[in-house]
């Protein structure tokens, strides 16, 4: 009885702060026993893009109810699906069953020694399905490590020029006869008058700037440029990156620059597009459905036409971006998420649904004799742009896996701004002039990525099995 | 004995009242900074992959020219927080404080909104007022005919169309956080300001002291600890700058890393490049600059104590 008083007394001289929190403590903990848990699926699907899962759902549901499982798909932010990614990579923990992983994102999962890599080795998979050789080989490289495949591609990317043709045709000029740089540069000097005198030209022909790292890197990749082997080895100091560095921010410097710094993505960059700043834009087939949505006013005036090459019979297209399908070691049931897998990214009714929603052509090469890539496209006039796509499609350039690729890439972007600055400087506007300056600074780029690399005990050693390869 | 009793149920309930916070305290904050101290003593890159390396990490971060960079960017964004942010805080605080001044309160919510739209929301549309071409920035130099004037001034055609996020980096997100946190200080600028002892006000003026004196002899001397607060505050957040310029430089550091700060490394290291153990040697870094600071702000506080 004692006890209980003295109890009561010590909970009575308690302050009305700790009253509140104890209270909020008992509510919180009834709600959660309460609450019912969600129905959880039996396998889980991280997917960044709500396009795709919108697609997906109703493949997915039919696949549910005729297999008795079902597939729990979850819209994620990239960063979302990054940083849950690698924590349970790192950590040990499960993730999600199959991942939807983006371009810029995977090379982090597939660092360290290929058998610690967090997604399942597909190659013999594919191979024994007969996969792999009804896949875009090129399509295969952002997904592999020393030959094996983690990632069951879900796109191509190849890249076009899509043109302003109103403004061309209108002045005469047939630009699908421009087959280099120069001559496209050349067919489009006419246009460049400065009629209203707001002292700069009135269309200038490239929307392109040495600042923008992902078309330096689709540029650098058509002209058959290299920052890594495909063991991983940075090959960066190399005369043709020089050249190439050299060459596009050559245009971009001097009084006769041919190039101009629109915004890819704000309006005030669509309203410039609109109002003809530039002529040629840089697009992937992914581009083409951001273009309908943003600027509906250019249908009808933009065409479509291969990249103009840097030499003459060299690649008249480039890749840019891109999304793997990967099922994490975790998972345990791996044959019903290869499944679903299978069923997402090689059926004909995604594929033709992925080119109609959003003008991406599926890298399933015995796909591309559907109907709906012959279709006419009234955006860009009509033309039969996914037949166009399709028939640059195997021409796109390998791209490497290596985690140090991202840095690297920043690292060149700033070379070529630094290019640009001694360009300006030193009134050096020649490509050819640039090319010694470009070349020291690439031999800057290929220190720090050695640096970062020899700093880590494990890429040393892929460092020092490339010296030795070199020798 | 019965005492006795009850102090001990007093002290079993006041771990029992504890228990969550220090459950979550060593879960998430002592844990992972031993985590972190043993990770900085190691190198990772990937899943499963670590090695010891002792203090090789701590001795590549001082000879790495990348990381002195981001040290320089992060100070002179710190600086420019003391020397441009806090001025303008103080000098708003005090003309809000002015009994003068009508609808004090409006401006009160006109100057610390920022704060309640988030830091990305700000930054995206710092990012839109700063665009080369059409962005307000530029087109309001232009209109005001100061683009002209500083390409007559430098004879640089560049001031035609300032780059600001590719040529201004810092001067930019100096800029650019003015707007997020003068609003937010002067907030503390001016609860200091209304505690003013009045009646050292009405002396001083009897004495004869005019704005300025009254200024320096008695308003300046009963902020000063709130001043010492602020500046340690915003020092510290400067230090750990990482989500404005992440997005207005889209993840990057931005041209030749001209916007790269000490946090920003430490997440490209980590995460970007896999290697938590030279990212872990970033932070420690950080953590020792920011105890210093935090000493010298004790030590700043401690005279202040004794002086009064």
Known sequence: ?471 | MSTGGVDSRRVVFSWVMLAPFLVLFLVFVVYPLIQSAFLAANQTFGPGTRTFVGTKNFELLISDPVFWKAIRNTFIYALGSLFVQLPIAFLLALALNSPKLRGRGIYRLIFFSPQLMGLVFVSILGALAFEKRAGLINQALDAAGINDLLVWVTGNDAWLEPDWLQQHVMATLILISLWLYVGFNMIYFLAALQSVDKSLLEAAEIDGAGPWGKLRHVIFPSVKPVATFVILLSMIGSLQLFELPYILLESSGGPDNKGLTIVMYLYQNGFDLGDLGFASAIGWVLALILIGLALVQVKLTRAQEVNA
């Open chain 1, 1 to 471: 009885m004692h006890r209980i008083t003295n109890t009561i007394l010590a909970l009575r001289g308690l302050s009305s702060g700790v009253w509140v929190i104890a209270t909020l403590f008992v509510i919180s903990l009834i709600l959660v026993l309460v609450r019912q848990p969600e129905q959880e699926g039996d396998l889980q699907f991280w997917v960044f893009s709500p396009e795709h899962a919108e697609m997906y759902a109703p493949l997915i549901e039919e696949h549910d109810a005729s297999h008795g499982v079902k597939l729990d798909m979850t819209v994620m932010s990239i960063a979302a699906i990054q940083s849950r990614m690698m924590s349970g990579f790192f950590g040990g923990l499960p993730t999600a069953d199959l991942i939807e992983v983006e371009k810029a994102v995977a090379p982090q999962a597939f660092m360290g020694p290929v058998d610690a890599i967090g997604f399942h080795d597909l190659t013999d998979l594919l191979l024994e399905e007969g996969l792999l050789t009804q896949l875009n080989e090129p399509s295969l490289s952002p997904w592999s490590v020393d030959g094996r495949v983690f990632g069951l591609p879900h796109d191509v990317h190849p890249v076009m020029l899509a043109y302003r043709a109103d403004i061309t045709e209108a002045a005469g000029i047939d630009l699908t006869l421009a087959e280099t740089w120069e001559e496209y540069f050349r067919m489009l000097r006419p246009l460049m008058e400065d009629k209203d005198n707001d002292a700069r030209p009135d269309h200038t022909p490239l929307s392109f700037w040495y600042t923008n790292q992902d078309l330096i890197e689709t540029l650098m990749l058509q002209g058959d440029g290299q920052l890594f082997t495909p063991s991983g080895q940075p090959v960066i100091a190399n005369e043709r990156n020089a050249f190439l560095l050299a060459t596009i921010v050559s245009w971009c410097v001097g009084p006769d620059r041919v190039a101009i710094d629109i915004n890819e993505w704000s309006a005030s960059g669509h309203q410039e597009k609109v109002d003809g700043l530039a002529i040629g834009y840089i697009a992937p087939d992914w581009m083409c459905s951001i273009w309908k949505m943003h600027v509906p006013g250019l249908e009808g005036k933009l065409k479509l036409m291969p990249l103009p090459a840097f030499e003459p019979g060299g690649r008249r297209t480039s890749v840019r971006g891109g999304t793997m399908l990967g099922i994490p070691k975790t998972t345990q049931q791996f044959d019903r998420a290869w499944d679903y897998a299978k069923l997402l990214y090689t059926s004909p009714e995604v594929a033709r649904q992925l080119y109609r929603e959003v003008d991406i052509i599926s890298p399933v090469r015995s796909l591309w004799d559907d109907p709906v890539y012959n279709e006419p496209d009234p955006y860009f006039m009509n033309q039969r742009k996914g037949r166009m796509y399709i028939e640059l499609a195997p021409e796109i350039p390998l791209r490497p896996s290596s985690p140090y690729n991202k840095q690297a890439a920043i690292d060149v972007r700033d070379a070529a701004l630094n290019l640009a600055e001694y360009a300006n400087r030193n009134s050096v506007y020649n490509a050819e002039d640039l090319i010694p300056e470009a070349i020291r600074l690439l031999d800057r780029v290929q220190a720090r990525v050695e640096q970062r690399m020899s700093r880590n005990a494990f890429a040393a050693e892929d460092l020092a099995a490339g010296d030795g390869e070199a020798q």
